[in-house]
């Protein structure tokens, strides 16, 4: 009987071991309105206010999962996490995500501008002067 027991036991422990986490961030639910493309959620009238928006994970920081790029078939947005309070998986490029946050437009230096748009794969204009830089800040994320 113990054998048997056993046996269950370490069964289901492998088993939640093994699935995979979803869902990161805040689990409440504040924005009530339908998700936005990345295409919408990028026009100013979207921007520092609470909205939902889904995409397409096209990079991920591969050394903490601190930021990622989102994207959609005509825009992409670098997306960092509620103050750095949350991470997601390294592997989770392609995976298609929704996400609630707002768009910010930071005030950054040339030099972190050209990085922070290089992981959109897009180019800054002028790397020497101070660029803005629209970024999603994410408060939730999760994973279909």
């Keep these: 009987m113990y054998f048997k027991s056993s046996i269950v036991l370490i069964c289901m422990v492998v088993l939640l071991s093994c699935s995979e986490k979803k869902e990161f961030g805040s689990q409440e639910n ?4 339908s998700s ?10 979207n921007y520092d206010r609470p909205v ?10 591969q050394t903490e999962g601190c930021w ?12 960092m996490f509620n103050e750095g309070k949350f991470t997601v998986p390294l592997n ?7 996400m609630e946050g707002k768009v910010v437009n ?6 972190t501008a050209t990085m922070w748009w290089s992981h ?9 002067t101070d660029q803005r830089v629209p970024i999603f800040m994410a408060t939730s994320v999760t994973f279909e």
């Design 30 to 33: 504040v924005v009530k309105e």
């Design 68 to 79: 990622m790029a989102v994207g959609d078939d005509k825009s992409k947005i670098r997306v």
């Design 120 to 128: 959109i794969d897009s180019v800054v204009s002028n790397p020497t």
């Design 106 to 111: 930071e005030v950054v230096d040339g030099e």
């Design 52 to 61: 939902k928006v889904s995409g397409v994970v096209t990079k991920v920081c």
């Design 92 to 98: 989770s490029s392609g995976k298609k995500v929704k």
């Design 36 to 45: 936005l493309t990345i295409t919408e959620v990028l026009k100013p009238v």
